[in-house]
């Protein structure tokens, strides 16, 4: 018998989520699958007649190690995707990165324009999303969702609605960034294996943006998701002043060069 994959990292995609499965396939009791992102949950294909588990094993070779997961991004954003994974494994635990969701947005922009996939500039993309997603309706759109990837509250309460909080893990971003180490530490001991030995930073998937974004978008996106970011604090009990602080007047400026710039 087939042991069943026993942890997930779902999301968020542009988060970080590369670096974290490089840390934990170095571990010596963690097995992941053969390649990133299986993709198998959120395959509507998949799930179109009696789902055959045989195709998700495909992507694991045997081993006898005692956490076995994949990291697929989507999972936490496609909706259907988090009631087919409790269908396979109540127990299953799961892991999300989660990142400022303007950040998140233009770094997801940045990979659909590298790969041809959005001819539309930011600014245009962002303004024009809740239309173009309309195509993919009931479903998600899986490229133009800049914005409604970021609305991680409701995406958390539908994984609550299946899985109890001891079996889910949510992990900030930039604790990941500056703190690796502590972070791999809390996953191990979620988990249940021995801890890592002190890891090295990993940089995957690093795409220089050809701009950085601008002062309108920015200040855009943070009226967007001001509501969501206190949400999500209060949720989870963060301290996300840090997103704050990166989305509006004070990050362009020093005080210094603002006060001479309002004095003038």
Request: hydrophobic share 30%.
């Amino acid at each position: 018998m087939v042991d069943k994959v026993n942890f997930l990292i779902v999301g968020a995609q542009k988060s970080g989520t590369s670096a974290l499965e490089k840390y934990l396939e170095a571990h010596p009791d963690i097995q992941l699958a053969k390649k990133k992102e299986v993709h198998f949950f959120d395959n509507e294909e998949y799930y179109s007649s009696e789902v055959d588990y045989t195709k998700y094993y495909q992507f694991f070779a045997e081993s006898s190690r005692t956490a076995k997961g994949e990291c697929t991004p989507i999972y936490m954003y496609w909706r259907p995707a988090i009631k087919r994974i409790y269908e396979y494994n109540p127990s299953m635990k799961i892991i999300a990165v989660l990142r400022s969701p303007i950040d998140r947005a233009y770094s997801h922009w940045n990979m659909e324009r590298d790969r041809n996939s959005d001819k539309l500039d930011f600014s245009t993309a962002i303004r024009t999303e809740s239309h173009r997603c309309r195509e993919a309706l009931p479903l998600q759109h899986r490229v133009y969702s800049y914005c409604d990837r970021g609305f991680y509250t409701e995406q958390i309460r539908h994984i609550w609605r299946y899985f109890p909080k001891k079996q889910t893990l949510f992990i900030k971003y930039e604790d990941l960034k500056l703190n690796p180490n502590v972070v791999i530490k809390r996953i191990c001991q979620f988990l249940c294996v021995s801890e890592s030995d002190p890891i090295k930073e990993q940089k995957v998937h690093v795409r220089p943006y050809v701009e950085a974004m601008n002062e309108s978008d920015r200040q855009y996106l943070n009226e967007v998701f001001t509501s969501e970011i206190s949400q999500l604090e209060q949720m989870l009990g963060w301290d996300c002043t840090d997103w704050r602080y990166k989305t509006g007047y004070f990050k362009k400026y020093s005080l210094k060069n603002l006060i001479r710039k309002l004095s003038s």
